[in-house]
């Protein structure tokens, strides 16, 4: 089974776990960005633990040995990425979302 079919699957019995009826499946342009912050994660002590899709809006959870918190990834019509914020406020993940930044910025750079 490939990895974005067993991804596909973990969101659907997640989507049936917290009570939904329809889990919603990402879309290639989701896929392709989740595909690629799980490589750039590849190797780190930080793991991507959740994914909540929300019109115009992915809220990406992440955690590592000391550290939890939830990132918010938005996105406009035309599948652009436009603005990502830690939710809670500036310093709330203790790190992750510089860390996060740091990982995807040199994987972009590596693997253009």
Known sequence: MSDRLLAGEALDIL??????????????????????????????????????????????????????GDIDFSFNSKSTWTAAQEVGGPGRTKGLYEDVQRLMSADAATNP
């Open 15 to 68: 989507g049936e776990v917290a009570g939904k009826k329809d889990a919603i499946r990402p879309d290639a342009f989701i896929q392709k960005f989740l595909d690629l912050m799980d490589r750039a994660l590849a190797g780190s002590p930080i793991a991507r633990t959740g994914v909540e899709l929300s019109p115009y809006r992915l809220r990406v959870s992440f955690a590592d040995a000391s550290r939890r």
